[in-house]
């Protein structure tokens, strides 16, 4: 059974990128899978040129490796990985925390309720994917807001990176509470709405330590 669906001939690198990449994140393509280029020009109907661009892409997002006369093969995250990318993803947070906090209106608190709103319904319905989705839609959205472009550009290229390491900590501890993110996110939310920045930085510390931690136990339980 294919992985994948056809590739439309428009932006194919772009098109073959997106698709591996969420493979990857949906644990559909797994750490340490070899990652088969004529295989891939078969399911997908496009020529090799855009599967190695692609994939020279997804090296570059840190989401595959290539290994000299062997090919390229699904990154495996260890618990180094983790604290890397979490400590990233908070300074960034953070960052766009300073710079957006006193311009978010009315309108962007109801968009984020919105978001926190759809995750809950997600969690009841059991659509994980979605509510992995909803859950990164939400801090996306933080993100955007600081309206910066270089710290948009550094989150995208550890954004995918998150949600592979979030599907190994569901992988690997298919108990956590999927509800706990939905507090996490009200707390953020009420920091912003009383324009508490240091407040938003705690809970940006608090939250992301926690799942980080519960990503490096998933890992090694799963290494083990």
Same mark, same amino acid.
């Given at each position: 059974?294919?992985?994948?669906?056809?590739?439309?001939? =428009?932006?194919?690198?772009?098109?073959?990128?997106?698709?591996?990449?969420?493979?990857?994140i949906e644990?559909?393509?797994?750490p340490?899978d $070899?990652?088969?280029?004529?295989?891939l020009?078969?399911?997908?109907?496009?020529?090799?040129?855009?599967?190695?661009?692609?994939?020279?892409l997804?090296?570059?997002?840190? +989401?595959?490796v290539?290994?000299?006369h062997?090919?390229?093969?699904?990154?495996?995250f260890?618990?180094?990985?983790?604290?890397?990318?979490?400590? *990233?993803?908070t300074? /960034?947070?953070?960052?766009?925390?300073? /710079?957006?906090?006193? $311009? +978010?209106?009315?309108?962007?608190?109801?968009?984020?309720?919105?978001h926190i709103?759809?995750?809950?319904?997600? %969690? @009841?319905?059991? @659509?994980f994917?979605?509510?992995?989705?909803? @859950?990164?839609?939400? &801090?996306?959205?933080l993100?955007?807001a600081?309206?910066?472009? &270089?710290? *948009?550009r550094?989150?995208?290229e550890?954004?995918?990176? %998150?949600a !592979?390491?979030l599907? +190994?900590?569901?992988?690997?501890?298919p108990? =956590?509470?999927?509800?706990?993110? %939905?507090?996490d996110h009200?707390?953020i939310?009420d !920091?912003?709405?009383?324009?508490d920045?240091?407040r938003?930085?705690?809970?940006?510390?608090?939250?992301?330590e926690? =799942?980080?931690?519960?990503?490096? @136990?998933?890992?090694?339980?799963?290494?083990?």
């Open positions: 059974m294919s992985l994948f669906s056809q590739i439309r001939a =428009v932006s194919l690198r772009e098109q073959v990128a997106e698709q591996i990449r969420t493979a990857i644990g559909r393509l797994k340490n $070899h990652i088969v280029e004529v295989s020009t078969q399911q997908l109907g496009v020529s090799r040129t855009p599967v190695r661009e692609a994939l020279i997804l090296e570059r997002e840190a +989401l595959v290539s290994i000299p062997r090919g390229c093969f699904v990154r495996a260890n618990v180094s990985d983790v604290d890397a990318v979490f400590s *990233m993803r300074t /960034l947070e953070n960052f766009a925390a300073e /710079l957006s906090i006193q $311009h +978010l209106s009315n309108t962007d608190y109801d968009e984020l309720r919105y709103e759809r995750q809950k319904l997600y %969690i @009841d319905q059991k @659509d994917k979605q509510v992995r989705s909803t @859950d990164m839609s939400f &801090h996306q959205y993100i955007n600081s309206d910066h472009p &270089h710290l *948009m550094s989150w995208q550890i954004v995918a990176q %998150i !592979a390491i599907y +190994l900590r569901a992988e690997g501890n108990d =956590v509470d999927e509800y706990r993110a %939905i507090s009200q707390s939310l !920091a912003y709405i009383a324009h920045l240091q938003i930085k705690d809970e940006n510390q608090r939250i992301n926690r =799942v980080a931690q519960q990503c490096r @136990d998933a890992i090694e339980r799963l290494g083990s």
